[in-house]
């Protein structure tokens, strides 16, 4: 299961959708997608706005800049992670804190 784990300032997400075979797996690909596009999209409007970490393990937001576009992106890329969470309950969480 993919666990994202929000908290004030920082987001982590971790673990395997274990949907399907990988390479074949919709969940994990989606997850992907939904968070590197938030990634690469607020980093293209200011590269000070945020700091990751992939440690292959785990995957580490931190939110440094607390401007309108950067948080608007963020809560999208939430709002669309707990979409899928819903279709896919078995294979994905979103927790805040």
């Known amino acids: 299961?993919?666990?994202v784990m929000v908290s004030k300032?920082?987001?982590k997400v971790s673990g395997h959708a274990n949907y399907d075979n990988k390479g074949n797996d919709i969940v994990c690909a989606s997850v992907s997608s939904i968070i590197d596009t938030t990634i690469n999209g607020i980093l293209n409007i200011d590269s000070k706005?945020?700091?990751y970490i992939d440690?292959?393990?785990e995957l580490t937001i931190k939110i440094l800049s607390n401007d309108t576009i950067t948080l608007k992106l963020i809560d999208n890329m939430l709002i669309l992670l707990k979409e899928?969470?819903?279709q896919y309950p078995k294979n994905i969480?979103?927790?805040?804190?």
């Open 1 to 3: 299961m993919i666990k």
């Open 9 to 11: 300032n920082i987001i």
């Open 49 to 51: 706005a945020l700091d």
């Open 55 to 57: 440690n292959r393990k």
């Open 84 to 86: 899928l969470a819903k």
């Open 93 to 97: 969480s979103v927790k805040e804190n």
